[in-house]
Every structure is written in C-alpha cells, then in structure tokens.
C-alpha cells in the first residue's frame, strides 16, 4: 500500500513520521522548497513527544513526483487556501480506488475534494495532535489523543475502517467517528477560539485563559459557533463546549496554535477564512448572524496587513 502525504508542513510530516515508523510505504510531498532540499539531503529531523528521530523518509517536490507512481491513499495536509493547488498536483498520481483523508482544520473542504474524487472515496476527519516547524527539515509532534474519521455517504464506510487501521497501526489513535459532522463543529470551536485569539493577542493558551475578557469572547465565538451548526443538524450544548475548551487550554497551556506560528512567527497568511470567516459566512447564506466571528476575522486580516503575510 502506497501512502502519500500531501502537503508535509508540521502536521504532515508528523503523521507521515508515525506511518514511516511504524513500516508503512509512505511519501512525503510539498512545495516548500528548503523544507524538501532539506529533508532529501538530510533527512527529516522529528522530535515526538518529546523523542528526537532521525528518519531517512521518500520525500518529493510537488512539480517533481514521477509520473508512473499511483497512490492507495492520500493525507491531505496542507493549509485550506492550498488545498486546490495540492488537488491539482495529486489528481494524476490518484485514481477510483484512491483513499482521500482530509483531517484538516476548517469547513466544507470536501465540496472542493468532491470534484477530483467520489464522495466514497472521501474520509474526513479531525485530530487533537499538534505540530510545528522549527526551520526545514526540522519539525515537532505533540499528542496522544484520537484522529477521529467519518464517512461522508455511507458507501465510505469501508473506507473509513481502513484508514482506522491504518491510523491505529501507525499508534496515531484511529476512531470511528459516531457523528463526524458533530466533531467538526466542535473542532471549528477549538480553532475559531483558541487559534484567533492566541493569535490577537500574541499569547499562548494558559495566558489566554488567565484573562476573564478574554474567556468571555470564547463564549461568545463559540455561542455563534453552536448557533450556525444547526445548517449541518449539529446541535452542540454551548455550556459543556465552553468547559471543553477552557479545560484543552488548561492541558496545552504552553502550547502557541499554528495560526500563531504561521502568522507572528512566520508572517505567513493565515486559514481564518476557513475558521471564523467560514462560521459568518454560512451563517450569512443561512440567515444566522454571526458578527464576532466576522470581526475576529477581520482583525486577523488586518494583522496579516501589517505583518505583510504572505
């Protein structure tokens, strides 16, 4: 089974480490050209939770896959506004019984997967594991909880088992999800909150809970969060989300999110359109008003304006 990691930024070449590790035939792919010089010279240099691994790991450059090669499946990895771009590079290499696991943080991505693969060969996804790039070549992964992935039609279900263990194989933690609608929504209240606020506020996730003004916008983002959930049928209890997240801040307190790496540290844009911009959006097209989460985003914006993010 030939496995492909699609987009090999921090979380990508995390997972595909684990799935390296653990004897799978897996690529690495990306276009970041200092981060694929450096790990075909030198190899991908990976500390896991808290263990360095020097790992000899098959990585290619986008625009240089080999044309005969074929996947059995594919982790889609990148950041949301790259997902086409990684689509249009992957779809010669896939084929109708390609595996597509898309576990990326934001909404709706698969009504852009949907139009290079069927709706069954789709799992979608959402994880807890966290990563970061100290510079090419050099990444760290964080976690130990579940990757929790769903079917969209019910023609994927043997899909999704498989992916399951494949996961578990690789000790990622593999669920089957038993409403995967529900856990994106709840994943988009981790992001829509701790994600944009960190990222506001310059600050990590324990600094960001010691402040009261700051735990009463959590409420309110995730309030508008619960409210446009409905569109999917997703009814989440505001009060038990709100303890959730105060209490995954508490647990990763030290932690600074990636949007936070990708904008203060790198000045690189950010996925805030696929977050709390994509909450005021759908709300709008639904008629639901969502005017804090389209503020946050518009504050990002402005803060990628400033940092000139590219």
């Known amino acids: 089974m030939k496995i492909a990691i ?9 997972f595909g480490a684990k799935l390296f590790q653990n004897g799978y035939d897996v690529t690495l792919i990306d276009s970041w050209e200092s981060h694929v010089k450096a790990i075909q010279t030198n190899g991908l240099h990976i500390d896991i939770n808290g263990e360095h691994c020097h790992l000899e790991i098959p990585m290619y450059d986008s625009r240089d896959i080999p044309e ?4 059995d499946v ?3 990895f990148p950041k ?8 249009d ?9 390609t595996i597509v696991v898309c576990t990326m943080n934001g909404l709706k991505h698969e009504r852009l997967i949907e139009q290079y693969v069927e709706l069954p060969q789709i799992v979608r996804g959402v994880t807890t594991w966290t990563a970061g790039i100290e510079s090419p070549g050099y990444t760290h992964l964080m976690g130990s909880g579940p990757v929790e992935v769903g079917a969209l039609v019910t023609e994927g279900t043997d899909n999704v088992k498989t992916i399951v263990d494949i996961l578990n194989q ?5 669920v089957l999800s038993d409403d995967l609608h ?17 990222t506001i506020l310059e600050c990590n996730l324990a600094t960001l809970n010691q402040s009261d003004d700051a735990k009463n916008l959590i409420y309110k983002i995730t309030q508008e969060i619960v409210h446009v959930a409905t569109i ?9 989300v709100f303890e959730y997240l105060i209490d995954l801040n508490d647990k990763v307190g030290p932690h600074y999110p990636s949007m936070y790496q990708d904008l203060i540290n790198n000045h690189r844009k950010t996925e805030i359109d696929y977050i709390n911009g994509a909450v005021a959006r759908l709300g709008m097209e639904h008629h639901i008003d969502a005017p804090v989460n389209h503020f946050v985003a518009n504050m990002i914006h402005a803060k990628e304006q400033q940092l000139d993010a590219q």
């Open 182 to 198: 529900q856990s994106i929504w709840k994943k988009i209240c981790v992001n829509g909150t701790a994600n944009a606020l960190c």
């Open 74 to 76: 594919v982790f889609l």
């Open 80 to 87: 949301s506004m790259q997902l086409k771009e990684v689509l």
């Open 89 to 97: 590079y992957i779809q010669p290499h896939i084929n109708q019984s």
């Open 6 to 14: 699609a987009g090999s930024g921090a979380l990508g070449s995390g």
């Open 68 to 71: 005969d090669v074929l996947y």
């Open 170 to 174: 690789a000790e990622l933690n593999g």
């Open 232 to 240: 999917d049928d997703v009814h989440l209890n505001l009060d038990e």
